[in-house]
């Protein structure tokens, strides 16, 4: 009995040792992103981006690509839209286009015609983020952020 219970104390110690120096190593971990391209918004009912057009809102659809390994996937297919404070859509607000960098060459990233496509080339989840160029009122950087998911 006593040294079952021995057993049972042992257990939470060593976990709560687990986790702190599993917190301890996470710390320093960033994931870093990299500009891969640029991609204008366009969409329906939208007007024209002026020199102070301010961006509150940036959706991008689908959020989440489900795509065939080796298949090829490129930005244009995707609807790239930006929202003014109005709430109405800005077409042509400029957007910058980032990936996880330890992601890149399992992406396999190539530019036919000006656009950007990707083929991953192993299974896995790929986040690929669109931030907008143009300051919100508040000067932060809108963006929306989707999923490339390779099976």
Known sequence: ????MSRI???PVAVCCLAA????????????WTAAGEVVSAGKDTVPV?????????DVE??????????????STLQVRA???DGRGLAGAPLTIEIRADQKLQLQLTRPGGDLCMRPAGPGEYPIRFTSKLP?????LRGAQIFLRAS
């Open 9 to 11: 104390a042992i257990v």
């Open 83 to 85: 929202f003014g404070p």
């Open 1 to 4: 009995m006593k040294r079952r």
């Open 50 to 58: 002026q020199r102070s057009s301010k961006v509150v809102r940036v």
């Open 21 to 32: 120096v599993a917190a301890s190593f996470g710390q320093d971990f960033k994931v870093q």
């Open 62 to 75: 689908p959020t989440l690509l489900p795509i065939a390994v080796g298949k090829q996937v490129c930005i």
């Open 136 to 140: 919100a009122a508040d000067g932060s």
